[in-house]
């Protein structure tokens, strides 16, 4: 046969033959795996990431993980039919052309181009390896029909081989790859082995259905009727190789390194590797494992799984088709709902079923997903149906002979529905009474030791409170007529208290450059801390007469004392002189205004559907937890689109608790409060009547809804109705919701999940305060819908697609922080324009009529900062000009314009 390298040729005589070619040693070894798929993982020092198919049918890809270089790069209009990635980048096959098409970064592939190896060539398939790709060509006709190419790039790999045979499918390791044949399914490898002897090991006469190629070893499913799994290489367990050949004298395989078990698919890793089992579709991981790794999910079934260096994904085999991973490093929350398969235009073969789901996952009429079927049943169960070319073969339980807890409460819930006889009953109703008696009693403690908690808690809440209040000099204080914790006690427990050097010197003199955002009372500095965190310091723009340092307090009084994965944690502050700052974990994504509204249309764009909801449900959460668990309630009064913001993993934060007011335990009993907040996003009821409730934050959350799903801003005077309320309200009730939603965006498969949404945001700005919905139920209605749009047809059920990240990234992240190392011409001067119509009027202005209470911000909060915004944001912010900057703010504040007066009517 002939193998063609470049220019030369180098010809084979027997097709079974490996093909050895030595490379130079690649020093960092990081390992890339795997052949093409719905999902791909790309891993290295950059963060995990995890990209899967969206399951709509749209084939386009979608990623989430911690290398921002491939989560912002991620094609918003490019289908694809499949995916593969490496150390730092992924690429995916496009569709329209069968050509690949990379993104991330990595310096030995060309990113963001498609790249035919030469022009017009058509690929089949695409591997991925640690610093390189290769690519199968579509079949050639003709005479050359039994020989195939496959051209690769990148690391010492740049090369179109020239191959006798037909190869069916191809498998990328760290530095090698390997190639299985059509005909008589044995496996050949090339590129460098040192040390793994991948090559030399290649069990010859064997034929294998499916090849994975791992770190520095490979797995092949054998053909035949048990479908286990060999693996040859360097050893998995990292003491031993595998002797390929002692394994086939002894007749058996070395059973600590791969289990017997019939598999449906193989993954390899760095140094495990992972298989879907063929009775149950359970996986099971063998080889090495690394330190606090954890093992596979118990009892979950997987439809696909893909292989990162020490982690594993998978997709879940439920309806929800939901990713999830193991192993140690991998990305966490994972929102999407993936395709379980990459969609071929064959129709599936005998030992195959075709994947059917409401949403259908392929575009094009005639492709199919097919999912190899299951084989055999796990103990216990027999088979009822065997496989079709429609569904998986069906296994139900031996009743008679159940051994297992789950065996038997699927027989009872079976023999409940379907009437079992006599004789089952006789034997199963002692055991289910006893079943049922015990879950009665389990619910009945249950429910009383949450009641008495609850009691407790509720008590604890009211009695501190008062207490202190009698006693003067407890932890909570009045404050001008409001209740305050002491701010003392809880500085010490919550935030550490940093000297004016120690965060001039980490925000590097508080210079310009490291200057990321300007609000109305401060300007916001990236830093990193002594130990290497990276943080937001907030420095707060006094008066001379320090007057307005009231809402350095009040931010410092209530993040001390409030903690929820979806507030912005507050890591510490300074009281020094004539300085106040605050210390913040840094949102490496800047605020969603600037997503949503920056010059930066790809930024826009890269916000989908499900990224959007997601921040609405994360926000929702946050601002519930500030209503129904903070102890008195929390209003944040100030909830607009610059005040969410968005971390290293595209979770929400809400932040600038600035005008935030401990508010009254419920809502019928409100405040009376002067109106502060910002225009657009007022309560029009709590500017009239001064009557401040949660449900003022109810209306500004409605607005910001509209505002996701529209792009549109909320007052906008370049349309004609200027007031995102008055004019999306309309439409959402004349049921045109497609008038309303982003045109930047497609509308999704699923428009019934936007239009809840777009109803869920009418309710939330009714005129009167009573009638919007309370922020839990906004909750699980965004809740509801995120599912729906995920295409989980249970949309009754709630799914928390963050609840993974609740908890996990509330811990202070350190390495994350460090990494977050987001680059201020990314997010900055996104927005200019944006926010000059955005008004604000701070607490300390009052509104007693109409005309002078419309005062324009001269703010340029959040990121106005390019051009001459930018001069004049750092001006401000820049030590002695804070003082003049405010007095000059003050100054500018006046009545509004005509123009604005009307548009700011429906707030007032
Ligand atoms: N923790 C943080 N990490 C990264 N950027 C931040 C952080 N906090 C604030 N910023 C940036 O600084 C900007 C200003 O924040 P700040 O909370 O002071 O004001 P604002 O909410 O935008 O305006 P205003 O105070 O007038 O409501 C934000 O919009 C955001 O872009």
């Known amino acids: 046969m002939k193998f063609r390298w470049g220019e030369k040729y180098v010809l084979f005589r027997d097709q079974n033959l490996v093909f050895l070619l030595f490379f130079s040693c690649l020093c960092v070894k990081v390992l890339s795996l795997g052949s093409m798929s719905s999902i791909a993982i790309s891993y290295g020092e950059n963060g995990p990431v995890f990209c899967g198919i969206k399951s709509d049918g749209s084939h386009l890809a979608s990623c989430y993980g911690s290398n921002s270089a491939i989560v912002r790069a991620t094609p918003n209009h490019s289908p694809f039919l499949g995916l593969t990635a490496g150390n730092g980048f992924v690429c995916g096959l496009a569709m329209d052309s069968n050509q690949p098409f990379c993104w991330g970064s990595t310096p030995f592939i060309p990113m963001g181009v498609p790249q035919p190896m030469v022009k017009n060539s058509e690929y089949l398939e695409i591997s991925a390896g640690d610093h390189h790709l290769c690519g199968l060509r579509k079949p050639l ?82 053909e035949g009727v ?60 063998w080889g090495y494992s690394v330190e606090r790794s954890t093992p596979p999910p118990n009892g979950a079934k997987f439809y696909e799984i893909a292989a990162g260096d020490y982690f594993t994904c998978g997709v879940l085999a439920e309806s929800s088709l939901l990713p999830l991973c193991w192993g140690a490093g991998f990305p966490s929350a994972l929102p ?72 038997h409460s699927n027989c009872s819930t079976a023999a409940n529905s379907g009437g079992r006889n006599e004789k089952y009953w006789s034997m199963q109703l002692p055991i289910v009474f006893a079943e049922i008696s015990f879950a009665v009693f389990l619910v009945c403690a249950v429910s009383l030791t949450s009641i008495l908690y609850v009691k407790h808690k509720l008590r604890n809440c009211r009695c501190s ?9 407890g932890s909570f204080q009045k404050d001008n007529g409001k209740i305050r914790p002491d701010l003392d006690e809880l500085k010490i427990r919550r935030a550490q208290k940093f000297t004016y050097e120690e965060l001039e010197k980490a925000a590097d003199g508080f210079k310009e450059e490291a200057l990321v955002g300007k609000g109305s009372f401060s300007c916001v500095f990236k830093g990193v801390l002594k130990d290497g965190t990276v943080v937001a310091v907030k420095r707060a723009i006094l008066s001379p007469d320090m007057k307005n340092s009231k809402e350095f307090h009040t931010e410092l009084d209530l993040l001390s004392r409030l903690n929820h994965a979806h507030l912005l944690n507050l890591l510490g502050y300074c009281e020094d002189g004539g300085e106040r700052l605050l210390v913040y974990e840094f949102m490496a994504n800047g605020s969603l205004h600037q997503h949503l509204h920056g010059k930066n249309q790809e ?74 907040g910002t225009l657009g996003y007022l309560d029009p009821e709590y500017y009239r009547l001064h ?109 928390l697609p963050t609840e993974v990240v609740l908890g996990s990234s509330r811990l202070h992240n350190k390495s994350s922080q460090r990494s977050g190392n987001r680059s201020t011409s990314e997010t900055d001067g996104a927005d200019t324009e944006d926010q000059r119509i955005e008004f604000r009027a701070p607490s300390w202005i009052t509104f007693p009529s109409v005309a002078s209470s419309q005062r324009r911000k001269s703010s340029v909060s959040d990121s106005d900062l390019d051009g001459k915004n930018l001069q004049e944001a750092r001006h401000t912010c820049n030590g002695t000009a804070a003082a003049d900057g405010l007095r000059s703010l003050v100054e500018e504040i006046g009545p509004a314009s005509p123009q604005e007066h009307l548009y700011l009517q429906h707030n007032f």
């Open 141 to 222: 006709m003709g005479k050359f029909r039994n020989s195939s190419l496959i051209d690769c790039w990148g690391y010492n790999m740049t090369k179109s081989y020239d191959i006798d045979g037909q190869i069916q499918s191809i498998s990328a390791g760290s530095e090698f790859n390997c190639g299985l044949y059509a005909q008589n399914r044995s496996v050949f490898c090339w590129g460098d082995e040192t040390g793994s002897n991948v090559i030399s090991l290649i069990p010859k006469e064997l034929s294998f259905w499916k090849i994975a190629a791992g770190g520095f070893h490979v797995c092949g499913i054998l």
């Open 226 to 285: 048990n479908s286990r799994v060999i693996c040859w290489g360097r050893s998995l367990d990292l003491e031993e190789e595998i002797s390929v050949g002692s394994v086939m004298d002894s007749g058996q395989l070395n059973v600590d390194l791969s289990p017997e078990d019939s598999m449906l698919s193989v993954v390899g890793g760095r140094f495990h590797a992972c298989g879907i089992r063929g009775n149950d579709r359970r996986v099971v991981c």
């Open 336 to 407: 999407l709902a993936v395709a379980p398969g990459v969609c071929k235009p064959a129709p599936c073969s005998k030992g195959f079923y075709e994947f059917n789901n409401a949403s259908s996952p392929c575009k094009s009429s005639g492709t199919h997903i097919c999912l190899p079927c299951s084989s055999g049943c796990p103990s216990e169960m027999h088979q009822i149906s065997e496989c079709s070319l429609t569904s998986d073969r069906q296994c139900g339980y031996n009743c008679s002979s159940c051994g297992s807890g789950e065996c």
């Open 465 to 473: 409170a008062k207490s202190k209040k009698n006693s003067g000099n």
């Open 603 to 676: 930024l826009k764009e890269q916000l989908d559907w499900v990224r959007r909801v997601t921040i609405a449900v994360q926000a929702a959460r946050g601002i519930e937890y500030l209503h129904g668990y903070a102890c008195p309630p929390v209003i944040h009064r100030d909830i607009k689109s610059s005040n969410i913001l968005i971390d290293e993993e595209h979770n929400a934060r809400v932040s600038d608790f600035g005008l935030s007011l401990l508010g009254p335990t419920n809502s019928s009993s409100p405040l009376a409060e002067l109106p502060a």
């Open 691 to 799: 009557y401040l409730t949660t449900k003022s934050d109810v209306y500004s959350f409605g607005v910001l809804l509209l505002e996701i799903l529209s792009g549109r801003k909320a007052i906008d005077l370049q349309y004609e109705e200027g007031n995102i309320v008055e004019w999306a309200v309309p439409l959402i009730k004349a049921g045109e919701i497609e008038n309303v939603l982003d045109p930047v965006l497609k509308p999704p498969v699923e428009l019934e999940a936007l239009k809840r949404i777009a109803n869920v945001a009418s309710k939330c700005v009714r005129m009167r305060g009573k009638e919007r919905p309370s922020m839990d139920k906004v909750t699980t209605a965004l809740e509801r819908a995120l599912a729906l749009l995920m295409g989980s047809p249970c949309n009754e059920q709630p799914i």
